[in-house]
């Protein structure tokens, strides 16, 4: 969370004010969600979203609860009509997707780097799509294994006329979105966003309306866009701190951009640092093949794995917290959410060439 967000937060734990300073006598967890106050700051966080990443007006701008694994069955409940929907599996995070569809539709791999042990993302030419898919969907940004798609697929000129869905959970304002190219894009507020709790969903306006017998009202994406997210009791105060969110990051600027493309700047700083400084050590390793790689998730691991324990404990004492890989993958992994300051990185790349003088 960037700092300036959680010093806001705390400054109106107890009394929320307005833009124009006026008290409102109350926290935002004691309004009602359908109050005038809190229904202007789910309109200036909904707005201020919109603006943040350019959603352009046909896309309706949801704020749910369910997180990124809730999506993965809202998603085929509200758009497979029951039929087919092909999933590029580059990771972890897509084929739960897939597995999880399959309850509600006939969810095909139409792609899948699991044999390259999902270090490279599967060249999209060679995607075996299907031409009566009710939506192709792939998970942008593989927090798990650390693979990014560094453009979205055109599926037009791949011959599909499916819409493109994106699980952009894990690099969501991170960099612009291609809107002419989604259908949908769904994520979990709580890396780049948020606290969690708090689900999004960019949807475009002829998706709505198509949703299963089956599908509970309150994820129904076309009664849920109706009552402007408030069909029932929205996650206000994650709303509310992701509303903070927006506006920091409305406020960033680097190199003369501003915004989401400020924090593009950033990131790439960010993430090439530290890929630079792996790739000429001896010691550190990332699998990942340069092309696929995520500007927000480095895992990596140490050529003597019996050192593990070591780095973790001598990167705590340094202050570099929450280090060690996921259990499935094992080894490190870094995150360089949006608000991870350069400075951070550069702590950690220090930290990493101490360690190697050290053990080598
Ligand atoms: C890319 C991606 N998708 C889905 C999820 C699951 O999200 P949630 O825990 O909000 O259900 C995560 C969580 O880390 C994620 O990184």
């Given at each position: 969370m960037p700092e300036a967000v959680l010093e806001r937060a705390a400054a109106d734990m107890l009394d929320w004010h307005d833009r124009e300073g006026r008290a409102s006598g109350m926290s935002v967890m004691e309004m009602s969600h359908r109050g005038r106050e809190f229904v202007s700051i789910c309109e200036q966080a909904e707005a201020d979203f919109r603006a943040l990443l350019a959603v352009p007006e046909h896309?309706?701008?949801?704020?749910?609860?369910?997180?990124?694994?809730?999506?993965?069955?809202?998603?085929?409940?509200?758009l497979s009509r029951g039929g087919i929907a092909d999933f590029v599996v580059t990771g972890s995070w897509s084929a739960k997707s897939q597995k999880e569809a399959q309850r509600y539709c006939e969810a095909r791999v139409a792609a899948s780097n699991a044999e390259t042990g999902f270090t490279r993302l599967p060249e999209a030419s060679g995607w075996r799509l299907s031409s009566e898919a009710a939506y192709v969907h792939i998970c942008g940004n593989e927090t798990i294994n650390g693979l990014e798609f560094q453009e979205l697929?055109?599926?037009?000129?791949?011959?599909?006329?499916?819409?493109?869905?994106?699980?952009?959970?894990?690099?969501?304002?991170?960099?612009?979105?291609?809107?002419?190219?989604?259908?949908?894009?769904?994520?979990?507020?709580?890396?780049?966003?948020?606290p969690a709790g708090l689900t999004l969903v960019v949807v475009r306006d002829d998706l709505l309306g198509h949703a299963l017998e089956i599908c509970p009202?309150?994820?129904?994406?076309?009664?849920?866009?109706?009552?402007?997210?408030?069909?029932?009791?929205?996650?206000?105060?994650?709303?509310?701190?992701?509303?903070?969110?927006?506006?920091?990051?409305?406020q960033q600027s680097e190199d003369g951009f501003t915004g989401v493309a400020a924090m593009e700047r950033r990131n790439i700083a960010k993430s090439g640092l530290l890929y630079d400084f792996i790739d000429g050590s001896a010691?550190?390793?990332?699998?990942?093949?340069?092309?696929?790689?995520?500007?927000?998730?480095?895992?990596?691991?140490?050529?003597?794995?019996?050192?593990?324990?070591?780095?973790?404990?001598?990167?705590?004492?340094?202050g570099l917290l929450q280090l060690k890989g996921h259990k499935s993958v094992g080894g490190m992994r870094a995150s360089l959410y949006n608000a991870m300051p350069l400075a951070g990185v550069q702590a950690l790349v220090a930290y990493m060439r101490e360690f190697e003088r050290l053990h080598a």
């Open positions: 896309f309706h701008i949801l704020f749910l609860q369910g997180g990124g694994l809730g999506e993965n069955a809202i998603v085929p409940m509200n697929p055109d599926l037009a000129a791949l011959g599909s006329a499916a819409p493109l869905v994106i699980d952009f959970s894990s690099h969501v304002a991170s960099r612009p979105v291609d809107w002419r190219r989604v259908g949908l894009a769904f994520g979990g507020a709580q890396k780049n966003l948020g009202s309150a994820f129904n994406y076309r009664i849920v866009a109706d009552n402007r997210s408030m069909y029932n009791t929205p996650p206000t105060w994650a709303i509310y701190i992701a509303g903070l969110t927006f506006q920091w990051l409305l010691l550190y390793d990332n699998k990942v093949a340069p092309g696929s790689r995520s500007r927000m998730n480095v895992p990596f691991f140490l050529a003597d794995e019996s050192r593990n324990e070591a780095f973790l404990a001598g990167a705590r004492a340094a």
